[in-house]
């Protein structure tokens, strides 16, 4: 049996709620200026510091009790674009020991009713540019206005903003009656190959572990740094919610905030705010190493970055160190793992590889058959830890394909141990799921979707590599009625049928293509893996030419 663990000390882990742990006193908050702004909203410059977000926090917990009568349990849903003081919420519900179920604020009104019905909340949080798409669900499920609450300043059509619910008196930590180890915080949507977005339960004691296993990697010299994070990663999304919101307020450093992304007020707010440290993704990458807007502003400040949500091959990896010389460290988590639990160190890895195992981590290395492998050999990649989400909620049957008898919990993906580097590697993904700029695309909904045309008689989604993105992007193959012309107008309203029942980044931008059959198992099993050697063979041939 061979077991991978982490090489790192183990640290340990507060058996307390979130709430507690993040206002408790520690290195951060004992040493630093607490009067100076934590959270910063990039292009008006309004800020928070962390003495005010306590203040704040302290009150609107009681505020959600007292005003509206939310009690331990009830989940709360929220879509919004970042905010500046979207930690005020997030806090101010783990203070009213509510658990919070942040969704993508682009979805789009089948995805919304999906998310709020399925996490079951008892209240919803958004912003007024939401509110005509939404009240039509909430109307339509019985939510009452009283329980739809909006960031900002502004009463519109009847829902007052969350900020009006402060309370009489202020929060007492510890709190009392919640259990860090087995209740749930956050309920963080990850798309399943179902092509249902499944409801992930991640406990207080998972977001502490995955604090103090992030402080753990680094070197005792970077800890009191007077350091600037960029914060545009989405604040819904477990990259941007661990990395940008709860990591960022425990060590108490400024977040300069964007509530869109656009890589010329990026940019600007680098060296407007001096940023030291930034969380990207590869397609963010990319364009930081080739669009020419880049060269026209001084980055030289950002010392580190930071990242996730899918492999940065060498070659972007070395365009990248040409504009931006800072050290680049790469890692690997998911949802279910409260975000990294493999990460390069601080004084670098291999290119390509993801790195070493985070501290109190196992991980094991399975074929197809469960039997498990050693260095150097390719398989699915298991993990056991304090990260290790609860489980899928109310979802028994996702939970039982997930995890082992003996507690360890799938992955999907496929990588290996590299016994020449003692680092880790990812090379495939055994799941259907595509990975545009690190949002999951499920092809099974996509399908779903198509068949919904009458001119399709059969199709098949999969993932298409686009080079020059450092993402997949979805491709449909698709079988059309013996009557339907396969032609580039053809494949327009496919695409365009398609965009207009998703949100934006599961559209089909990797094209339409027609073919004459799917193949298929015996059993009408959709032969993916087929479908995949085409993009293959089709991409070998255009390098091919291009190298004529």
């Not at 695309?441 to 993105?469: F, N, R, T």
Request: net charge neutral; charged share 20%; proline share 5%.
């Amino acid at each position: 049996m061979v077991i991978y663990k982490a090489t790192v000390p183990s640290v340990p882990v507060p058996n307390i709620d979130l709430y507690s742990f993040l206002f408790n006193a520690n290195e951060f908050n004992q040493t630093k200026d607490l009067n100076k702004p934590v959270t910063i909203e990039g292009e008006t410059g309004r800020s928070l510091t962390w003495n005010q977000i306590r203040e704040k926090v302290s009150y609107m917990a009681t505020g959600w009790t007292e005003n509206v009568g939310l009690k331990k349990g009830d989940t709360v849903a929220v879509f919004a674009p970042n905010q500046y003081d979207h930690v005020i919420l997030y806090l101010s519900l783990l203070g009213a020991k509510c658990t919070i179920s942040p969704g993508n604020p682009a979805y789009t009104e089948a995805e919304f009713e999906h998310q709020i019905t399925n996490c079951q909340a008892s209240a919803l949080v958004t912003v007024p540019a939401l509110l005509p798409v939404l009240l039509k669900i909430t109307d339509k499920i019985g939510l009452p206005r009283s329980r739809i609450f909006l960031f900002g300043d502004k009463q519109v059509e009847g829902c007052r903003p969350y900020t009006s619910l402060s309370g009489n008196k202020p929060t007492v930590t510890p709190l009392q009656g919640v259990d860090g180890a087995n209740d749930t915080a956050f309920i963080c949507y990850s798309s399943g190959t179902t092509g249902l977005a499944k409801g992930v339960m991640l406990t207080h004691k998972n977001f502490i572990a995955q604090v103090v296993q992030t402080i753990n990697a680094e070197p005792e010299e970077d800890r009191l740094n007077d350091d600037v994070i960029l914060g545009f990663l989405p604040f819904y999304h477990i990259y941007g919610l661990t990395s940008l919101v709860l990591n960022a307020f425990y060590k108490v450093v400024p977040v300069v905030i964007m509530a869109r992304f656009d890589l010329e007020l990026l940019c600007q707010l680098v060296e407007k705010y001096k940023v030291t440290l930034a969380s990207i993704v590869p397609p963010v990458a990319v364009l930081l190493a080739k669009a020419p807007v880049v060269a026209k502003y001084d980055l030289t400040t950002i010392r580190l970055l930071g990242c996730g949500a899918a492999p940065l091959s060498k070659e972007h990896i070395e365009s990248l160190a040409k504009r931006i010389p800072a050290q680049l460290k790469q890692g690997y988590g998911m949802t279910e793992t409260t975000s990294g639990v493999i990460s390069q160190s601080l004084q670098g890895g291999v290119p390509g590889s993801i790195g070493i195992l985070s501290a109190n981590m196992e991980c094991k290395i399975v074929n197809e058959h469960g039997q498990e492998l050693g260095d150097d050999q390719e398989g699915e990649f298991l993990f056991r830890g304090p990260s290790i989400m609860k489980g899928y909620y109310n979802n028994p049957k996702a939970n039982a394909e997930t995890f082992t008898e003996d507690g360890w919990m799938r992955t999907g993906d496929v990588g290996k141990y590299d016994s020449k580097t003692g680092e880790f590697f990812i090379l495939d993904r055994i799941k259907e799921l595509i990975k545009y700029k690190g949002y999951q695309v499920a092809p099974a909904e996509l399908e779903a979707i198509l068949m919904g045309l009458d001119i399709i008689a059969d199709c098949c989604v999969v993932g298409l590599y686009d080079e020059s993105q450092a993402t997949e992007i979805p491709r449909a193959y698709v079988v059309l009625q013996p009557t339907v012309e396969k032609s580039d107008k053809t494949a327009k309203v496919i695409a365009d049928y398609v965009a207009s029942n998703v949100t934006n980044y599961k559209k089909l931008r990797g094209g339409v293509k027609f073919v004459d059959v799917i193949p298929k198992s015996p059993s009408g099993k959709i032969l993916r893996r087929q479908v995949k050697d085409w993009v293959k063979n089709e991409q070998k041939k255009i390098a091919a030419k291009a190298r004529l």
